[in-house]
């Protein structure tokens, strides 16, 4: 059991770039979302999915779009990458009964 | 507005001791759920321990114990006999019903344990 799996582990981008970053759970959890984590910050939530084929923004959204074509799959773009997206992003879905997240093991990105 | 507050940037305890991470939090719902995550230096979100604000008993599991006091509007973490592998960053977070019941993080403490 994987739990929730993140491709890459580690990127560094320059200015301009795209990407997409791959967040796999085999859980079967409708909801699934993508936080970033900056130094002296907890996480801040970017988008999430409350199920296939739908997304929705969270709070710090702009710059990125997301995906779930399939329910296993959030994917996280970046259509033109730049140095404020420099972060450690997390993918989490979540288990309804009992409540809990559960977290990927973050990618760290860089952008130069 | 909906916050987690960590007043303590960085803990020290002696290793066997026991310690409490404090978190306040400030919401207006009624209902909502309280979590505390563990993050090592290797980076990964390590769940700890869940705490429901209709629960009347506080949770516990294994060495932590999630002291809740709701009127106090608290959530402290303790860990019993500290080991030099809970030296991490602790997060509390507070699940929240919109955007999907996201999590609203604190700032994190930073626990080291000496031996």
């Known amino acids: 059991n994987a739990g929730v799996t993140q491709t890459p582990k580690f990127r560094v981008l320059k200015t301009g770039q795209s990407m997409t970053l791959l967040c796999a759970q085999d859980?079967?959890?409708?909801?699934m979302y993508w936080y970033r984590q900056d130094p002296g910050m907890g996480l801040r939530l970017i988008h999430y999915?409350?199920?296939?084929?739908?997304?929705a923004k969270g709070e710090v959204p702009d710059g990125y779009n997301v995906s779930r074509l399939k329910k296993q799959n959030f994917l996280l773009g970046l259509e033109s990458a730049a140095p404020s997206q420099t972060s450690v992003y997390f993918c989490?879905?979540?288990?309804?009964?009992?409540?809990?997240?559960?977290f990927g093991p973050g990618t760290r990105l860089t952008v130069t | 507005a909906q916050k987690i507050t960590q007043t303590q940037p960085g803990m020290f305890v002696q290793e066997k001791e026991a310690v409490t991470l404090d978190c306040t939090y400030d919401?207006?719902?009624?209902?909502?759920?309280l979590f505390w995550y563990k993050q090592p230096s290797s980076g990964e979100m390590i769940f700890l321990i869940y705490?429901?604000?209709?629960?009347?008993q506080n949770a516990t599991e294994g060495r932590y114990s999630l002291n809740f006091q709701k009127a106090r509007k608290s959530a402290n973490l303790v860990i019993s006999a500290s080991q030099l592998g809970d030296s991490a960053m602790y997060f509390c977070a507070m699940l929240i019903r919109e955007y999907g019941n996201k999590l609203v993080f604190g700032a994190g403490t930073i626990l080291r344990v000496k031996s």
């Open positions: 705490q429901g604000s209709y629960d009347e």
């Open positions: 999915s409350v199920g296939e084929g739908t997304t």
């Open positions: 989490a879905s979540r288990r309804t009964s009992p409540d809990e997240q559960y």
């Open positions: 919401t207006s719902d009624q209902s909502y759920g």
């Open positions: 859980m079967n959890h409708e909801y």
